[in-house]
């Protein structure tokens, strides 16, 4: 009981030191936070998880994926840590592990905006226009988002040079 209890105190610090964007000492928060009896906050959220995007944050990508990799070991239909994990993958090139995780997003919540953008690029990436397009026209068609307006341009682009 105690242990659990100093994890919540941990916990509280670490997002004390987020909010000031001090990721470094939230990091340090979370590395006390995190035992065998408490893996996961009161959200079901794994403390891993919270570390990786503080590395993230810091542009630590090795690290920051080596935690994601962890939080989605502990959870793996947590949708911001699929979400996250794939980001991680795809900026450390491991393109496939990002697309399969990115699906995985989908099939949860299938109009998850972020998600399908994200897949958008890795098959247009992937050179698979067609595919992106597709994936692309299930964002919601009134999002302001400007990244749809990116790949929407790049993709039509892409078309039109192919189909020539």
């Known amino acids: 009981g105690y242990s659990r209890f100093m994890s919540e105190v941990y916990l509280r610090a670490a997002f004390a030191a987020q909010k000031q964007k001090d990721y470094q000492q939230e990091i340090i928060e979370l590395n ?32 920051a994926e080596a935690d994601l990799k962890k939080a989605y070991e502990t959870h793996p239909n947590h949708i911001f840590v699929l979400l996250n994990y794939g980001v991680a993958c795809d900026r450390k090139g491991d393109i496939e592990t990002a697309q399969k995780l990115f699906e995985k997003t989908l099939k949860i919540s299938p109009r998850h905006e972020q998600a399908l953008i994200n897949l958008t690029g890795v098959y247009y990436r992937q050179e698979k226009y067609q595919l992106a397009s597709e994936t692309l026209a299930k964002c919601d068609p009134n999002s302001n988002n400007p990244k749809i307006m990116q790949y929407r341009g790049l993709i039509e682009k892409a078309l039109d040079i192919k189909n020539q």
């Open 32 to 63: 006390k936070t995190e035992t065998v009896f408490f893996e996961m906050d009161a959200m079901a959220t794994p403390i891993s998880f919270y570390r990786g995007m503080s590395h993230v944050r810091l542009n630590q990508i090795e690290a």
